[in-house]
């Protein structure tokens, strides 16, 4: 495995799947595991449990592409109580599972995504591209 980045933390595969044999890593960056741990215990369950069904090569029921980052970035979206949770994950970067950003959905607008959560994607994909040369 190569050097891990002080802003990378890697999560070896989750012990809950099946398909062990092929389960790829989840690799997060530091900011999304933060944002992650802030989350309510039964949000951050579904999430890993949701991670680790990718990590098995499976697209879970909640997932979807997220518009306007091409293929390869994908987006969970979860509903908790009275609030909508969202985990964005990129596949296609590297061998790892990448988780790119976790937040609960404020958008002022509707039901887009608010541009500061889509800069912050762009910037994180930027730097993993980055660190994975």
């Known amino acids: 495995m190569r050097d891990v980045k002080y802003d990378i933390i890697r999560m070896v595969r989750m012990p809950i799947g099946i398909l062990?044999?092929?389960t790829r890593e989840i690799a997060w960056l530091k900011g999304a595991y933060k944002d992650f741990e802030k989350l309510p215990k039964a949000v951050q369950l579904n999430i890993?449990?949701?991670?680790t069904v990718v990590a098995?090569?499976?697209n879970?029921?909640?997932a979807k592409p997220l518009k306007?980052?091409?293929s390869g970035v994908w987006e969970?979206?979860?509903r908790y109580q009275t609030n909508a949770?969202?985990?964005v994950y990129a596949i296609e970067l590297d061998e790892a599972?990448?988780?790119l950003h976790i937040f609960q959905k404020k958008s002022p607008k509707g039901i887009k995504t608010a541009r500061q959560d889509i800069a912050l994607i762009r910037s994180r994909i930027k730097r993993i591209k980055e660190l994975i040369k």
């Open 76 to 78: 969970i979206a979860l």
């Open 60 to 62: 879970p029921d909640d």
């Open 20 to 22: 062990m044999d092929k």
């Open 85 to 87: 949770y969202r985990s």
């Open 48 to 51: 890993l449990r949701q991670l």
């Open 68 to 70: 306007g980052f091409g």
């Open 97 to 99: 599972i990448w988780v």
């Open 56 to 58: 098995e090569g499976v």
